[in-house]
Structure formats: structure tokens, C-alpha cells
């Protein structure tokens, strides 16, 4: 996956390791402060079709084609929480991530 600040063109890499419907936890060298709104986006997915797994990455569709192989996500959240994980060279921070819902 890659995030970058809200409303900022720079992306950076990062790691999901626990998504669910309300939100997201994710690992990156970055320390990300509370209340900071990010924006999330999936690099590709991996789908299984009988037994054999392909790796479908984030492309245009033809709209015309009736069928969508492609998992495509772009989501807005807060940080809510962000911890250190690891010290040295490669540091790490894990990161909790509350998705934002559009008010209407």
C-alpha cells in the first residue's frame, strides 16, 4: 500500500497488516502524528481463481469489458495512534488509522 498527507503529492510505502471496515494498521518508516489525515491506497491485491494466485494491480478498467478483475481503493482516514516499533537504521512505526465517512 502507499499513503500520502491529505492533499500532498508525495507517496510513501508502507506495510497493512490489519484492515477491517472501520479502519487500518499499517507499518512504515515514517512517524506519523495523531490527527493527521492520510490518504490510502491500495498497490494491487492478491485474488485467487481456483488454484492458481495472480497479482492484479491498480489500472484503468474498460468499462466496456462487463467484468472488473481489479481491486481498486482509495480511502480517507485519521491517524489515531502511531508507536515506534523498531530503533536502528530501519526504523519502524506502526500506525492505526480510523477511515474518515463524507458527511452529507
Wanted: hydrophobic fraction near 30%; aromatic fraction near 8%.
Amino acid at each position: 500500500m502507499t499513503y500520502s498527507l491529505f492533499n500532498k503529492t508525495e507517496q510513501r510505502e508502507a506495510i497493512a497488516r490489519n484492515v477491517s471496515r472501520s479502519g487500518i494498521y499499517f507499518e512504515t518508516s515514517r512517524l506519523l502524528s495523531p490527527g493527521l489525515v492520510i490518504v490510502i491506497r491500495n498497490k494491487g491485491a492478491m485474488i485467487s481463481e481456483g488454484t492458481e494466485q495472480t497479482r492484479y494491480f491498480i489500472h484503468p478498467t474498460d468499462a466496456n469489458s462487463g467484468t472488473c478483475k481489479e481491486w481498486k481503493t482509495q480511502v480517507v482516514g485519521e491517524v489515531k495512534r502511531c508507536e515506534k516499533l523498531e530503533e536502528g537504521p530501519k526504523r519502524l512505526y506502526g500506525v492505526a488509522v480510523q477511515y474518515v465517512s463524507p458527511s452529507v
